[in-house]
């Protein structure tokens, strides 16, 4: 894929027209919410700098980029705008990527700019030197090492300024890009919504407050206390499709799914429209999952199949990951196994993406009873995984391992082997529980101690599946097959009431369905019954 790099020369002219803040803008580049980043630069290009800063706020890369540099065109004396893009390139501060080379590149060359430039105060100087710590010897750090010395220089910063709201504000965000999957005490996400609920105490539209909020507490058992921030942001920043997605990574972590369709239909149309093609995937790949849950199947395959159309996505795995998950979350939610087994990988460059299609076809194929299919799928996870070892890609290294025992578990089941399969699928949901889901998907594919659920209720085992579709709840709430094998599991053990609890729960959710699942049917049957 080619890096496709998206220009915005007249979001400087509306903005040196504009308010004196960027904020309450109705012009053509749309609402992104309130920022007050006082600087040395002349007043005209005030208005424009702050719209950059409300842009990097909502991650809105390419038009703060290009906001930036047209500031520092009309005020080269603005040493502050190169601390705005050395931001703006190190990309997404919580997905764990960072800034590629040619980025780091780019960025260290405007920070030496800034340098030669001379900010004309001390507190922006500090804020060039603190945004340069994270690109101090790029080639030699690990991209973990980079993050630690970034919170560290921002700490220094807004313990130097306390009275400017915004270093206090980037601190968090860079404390919380420390937080890893690993760790679910949530330190990192919880000291940085600490200082955030105070910020969102005092400026309740900061599109930078309200975004980072939604990422502290971007985890199962924290998810309800972002809803309050989730359903602002969204009407903070509108211009900013990003700003329109962020609210969804709360709805579905609480089974919202209605709220989670909306806006990201919304921030699909916008990322279109701005040819923003990474975060309109990411997007539709959230409403698809939404979709399913709510068995809205042909809605799901409507999108699919739209955004499979469109080109132009950067080489940045968040399209690719998007392109791999929402063909296999389409067949697996729906049981179709035997479609499953047949999906084709998308030919991408990264191991972990190629993984999703290959895990899928090995869970279809054992299902459908094609065992020999399913080894082989299993064979190309066990290079991924080896690949991603070699590359100390430890998170999705991991994700792959959960991969491989899942599948390893049902060919296992297809073989007769009960015992070793329940090992193997076992030891994937719990592997599965101390690994986080990454911020640039929904959820997995299938969550595995759902599927260890599956299998239990395969071997006749129905007390202890129900069990463990009721400890996935906890993680993964409202979804349309935890319900399912829940109420098949109380029928099977003999709880009619239960089972019948669960069979409404499902009619509900699917209230508004567009399939023909035969689950439905059997479920509304059961209610009558």
């Given amino acids: 894929m080619k890096l496709r790099l998206f220009h915005f020369p007249f979001l400087f002219a509306l903005a040196v027209h504009g308010p004196a803040q960027a904020h309450d803008d109705d012009s053509q580049a749309g609402t992104l919410g309130k920022v007050n980043f006082p600087t040395s630069c002349d007043p005209k290009v005030q208005p424009a700098f702050e719209r950059g800063v409300a842009m990097l706020h909502s991650f809105w890369y390419s038009a703060a980029e290009a906001t930036f540099r047209d500031v520092l065109k009309h005020d080269p004396q603005c040493a502050i705008a190169t601390w705005g893009i050395a931001s703006i390139l190190m990309s997404n501060a919580l997905a764990g990527q960072g800034a ?34 994270y690109y101090k010897d790029f080639a030699a750090r690990s991209e973990k090492q980079r993050q630690v010395s970034r919170a560290m220089a921002y700490e220094v910063l807004a313990q130097r300024y306390p009275a400017d709201d915004e270093a206090q504000i980037f601190y968090a965000l860079y404390l919380a890009g420390t937080q890893t999957q690993a760790d679910q005490t949530y330190g990192a996400y919880l000291k940085a919504a600490a200082i955030l609920e105070e910020e969102f105490k005092k400026y309740p539209d900061h599109p930078g407050v309200a975004h980072y909020l939604i990422h502290s507490y971007d985890a199962p058992p924290i998810a309800e206390k972002g809803l309050v921030a989730a359903r602002r942001y969204a009407s903070i920043a509108p211009a900013a499709p990003h700003a329109l997605h962020m609210p969804s990574h709360i ?76 063909p296999a979350r389409y067949a697996l939610e729906r049981g179709a196994w035997q479609e499953a087994a047949k999906l084709q990988p998308p030919g991408s460059t990264y191991p972990f993406v190629e993984a999703i299609t290959y895990y899928a076809r090995a869970i279809g194929s054992a299902r459908s009873g094609d065992v020999a299919a399913a080894r082989k799928d299993a064979e190309q996870l066990e290079t991924f995984h080896n690949a991603l070892i070699a590359a100390k890609n430890t998170y999705w290294a991991t994700e792959v391992e959960i991969q491989q025992l899942a599948a390893a578990g049902w060919i296992a089941l297809g073989e007769g082997k009960a015992d070793e399969a329940l090992k193997f699928m076992r030891a994937a949901a719990d592997l599965e529980d101390r690994n986080e889901k990454h911020i640039v998907t929904p959820g997995r594919v299938v969550p595995a101690r759902e599927l260890l659920g599956e299998m239990l209720l395969e071997v006749k085992q129905p007390e202890a599946a129900l069990k463990e579709f009721e400890a996935s709840q906890r993680r993964e709430p409202n979804r349309f097959r935890n319900y399912l094998g829940s109420a098949r599991a109380a029928d099977m053990a003999g709880d009619r009431t239960k089972a019948a609890a669960y069979y409404q729960k499902l009619i509900a959710l699917a209230k508004n369905s567009d399939s023909e699942r035969p689950e439905l049917a059997r479920a509304k049957k059961y209610a009558q019954s």
Avoid: C
Avoid at 102 to 117: F, M, S
Avoid at 274 to 294: F, K, P, T
């Fill in 100 to 133: 590629s080379p040619k980025g780091a590149e780019l960025a260290q060359a405007a920070i030496d700019e800034g340098r030669r430039i001379g900010a004309k105060t001390e507190r922006e100087r500090d804020y060039i030197e603190a945004v340069a710590a």
């Fill in 251 to 326: 709805f579905t972590r609480v089974g919202s799914w209605q709220e989670s369709v909306d806006t990201n239909a919304r921030s699909m149309r916008v990322a279109r429209a701005g040819g923003d093609i990474d975060e309109a995937y990411h997007a539709v790949d959230y409403m698809v999952y939404a979709y399913l849950q709510l068995a809205r199947d042909a809605d799901a395959r409507s999108v699919i199949d739209d955004a499979m159309k469109v080109a132009g996505a950067s080489p940045r795995f968040t399209a690719p990951y998007a392109m791999a998950a929402m």
